[in-house]
């Protein structure tokens, strides 16, 4: 368990930097993936099944949580205390999501979300999260789409309402 915790602070140092201009990128790539045994905080899933829809929450001191996709990133985030008792997101180095068409992570603060497509993720319908407006535009086209999202759009009950098909 040490091992893993000092693991996950060295992964941390990079993105505690602060903005890196062209090397920001980078940060996010040396962000560990989820292991076998990285359960999602909010539904129990084990993420690793889910390599394409993983999305990640970095503290400052290190700690990681990975989720089964932005849709459970979101309601962690908006619930702080029930699933991160003692956290605050001013302690938050990085978020990362995987981006849908080039399946890398990417800044989830600076990624395009599409809502009520007909791709669902593995939690049913999903926020799509996408590295620019344009990737978003095509994706809303391809796939039906109903809006697009900034990180800052997404509002508190906007998941819960995606779990019951509301867009």
């Not at 993105?15 to 890196?20: M, V």
């Not at 939690?123 to 344009?134: D, K, N, Q, T, W």
């Not at 978003?136 to 009950?157: N, Y």
Request: aromatic content about 10%; some cysteine.
């Amino acid at each position: 368990m040490r091992r893993r915790r000092f693991l996950a602070v060295l992964t941390a140092l990079p993105l505690l930097a602060g903005p890196g201009g062209a090397h920001a990128g980078n940060r996010l790539d040396r962000i560990s993936a989820p292991g076998p045994r990285d359960l999602c905080p909010v539904c129990g899933m084990v993420v690793a099944k889910y390599p394409n829809w993983a999305a990640t929450v970095v503290w400052q001191d290190g700690h990681v949580h990975h989720f089964d996709g932005a849709k459970d990133m979101f309601k962690f985030l908006f619930d702080l205390p029930r699933y991160a008792p003692g956290h605050r997101r001013e302690e938050i180095a990085a978020i990362a999501v995987t981006d849908y068409y080039e399946l890398k992570r990417i800044d989830g603060r600076q990624a395009w979300y599409v809502i009520g497509s007909d791709v669902p993720g593995p939690m049913g319908h999903e926020l799509v999260p996408l590295a620019s407006r344009a990737d978003a535009e095509e994706f809303m086209r391809d796939h039906r789409g109903r809006r697009i999202l900034t990180f800052e759009d997404v509002k508190g009950d906007l998941p819960a309402r995606l779990d019951q098909g509301k867009f």
